[in-house]
């Protein structure tokens, strides 16, 4: 079956610490995306990526990083200079124009101990 | 930048009945599409609907339908015969568009809906 996985579905991190968290797609699309989601909050964007070996900040990139190496994957990093990480992050994809809608994997839960 | 505005942080509705939640977005484009996305419990965003604002003609998936308002940017998601699994929250988004593609959304911050058995 056809989708995105994000893993790992929890993740615990000590201040200071980067951590890495990994999204792939067998969706063949061809764009993909990093959200950040806060308790009553709506989704924010972090990185996009159109096309491998491209991407491009958000609205909240301070302290992300991300690369794109493959079409498939699409790893966003969570450095120690973001200073608020708790949070659950999204991964999505689409094929790259405005009227696609995103497919999104279940999420990441990051907490910072 | 654009903006998306969800003003009802919660509804209730008892099953069966139905349930409108407003949204309200600000954009400087001429053609764009909105979207609601629902996500329950588990997290999971999940695509309600689609609308293009070039048609006329709002758009319906089954119980769900939207009551589009160009001039006055508004774009409300109608609910009928609801039923227990539509206890979800529902964000209204935006795309965020320069020079064609795709560039992300943007959401509202969510209207948490309660269905009363």
């Known amino acids: 079956d056809g989708g995105i996985t994000q893993s790992p579905k929890y993740l615990f991190r000590k201040e200071g610490q980067n951590v890495t968290l990994s999204c792939e797609q067998n969706?063949?699309?061809?764009?993909m995306y990093w959200y950040r989601q806060d308790p009553g909050q709506g989704l924010r964007l972090i990185y996009y990526?159109?096309?491998?070996?491209?991407?491009q900040k958000g609205d909240i990139a301070e302290g992300y990083s991300v690369s794109r190496e493959k079409k498939e994957s699409f790893p966003l990093t969570v450095t120690s200079a973001q200073k608020n990480p708790t949070a659950f992050y999204l991964c999505?994809?689409?094929?790259?124009?405005?009227?696609?809608?995103?497919?999104f994997g279940p999420g990441t839960r990051l907490t910072v101990l | 930048a654009q903006t998306v505005t969800q003003s009802q942080p919660e509804m209730s509705v008892q099953e069966a009945e139905t349930v409108t939640l407003s949204c309200t977005y600000d954009?400087?484009?001429?053609?764009?599409?909105l979207f609601w996305y629902k996500q329950p419990p588990s997290r999971q965003m999940i695509l309600v609907i689609r609308?293009?604002?070039?048609?006329?003609q709002n758009a319906t998936e089954n119980r769900f339908s939207v009551n589009f308002q160009k001039a006055a940017k508004s774009f409300s998601l109608k609910i009928s015969d609801s039923q227990l699994g539509d206890a979800a929250m529902y964000f209204c988004?935006?795309?965020?568009?320069?020079?064609?593609?795709?560039?992300?959304?943007?959401f509202g911050k969510g209207t948490h809906l309660i269905i009363q058995p």
């Open positions: 999505a994809s689409s094929i790259p124009a405005t009227y696609n809608e995103q497919f």
């Open positions: 969706l063949n699309h061809d764009a």
């Open positions: 990526s159109q096309i491998v070996n491209d991407f």
């Open positions: 954009t400087s484009e001429s053609d764009y599409y």
């Open positions: 609308q293009e604002a070039y048609k006329q």
């Open positions: 988004a935006s795309p965020q568009m320069s020079g064609g593609g795709a560039d992300g959304l943007t």
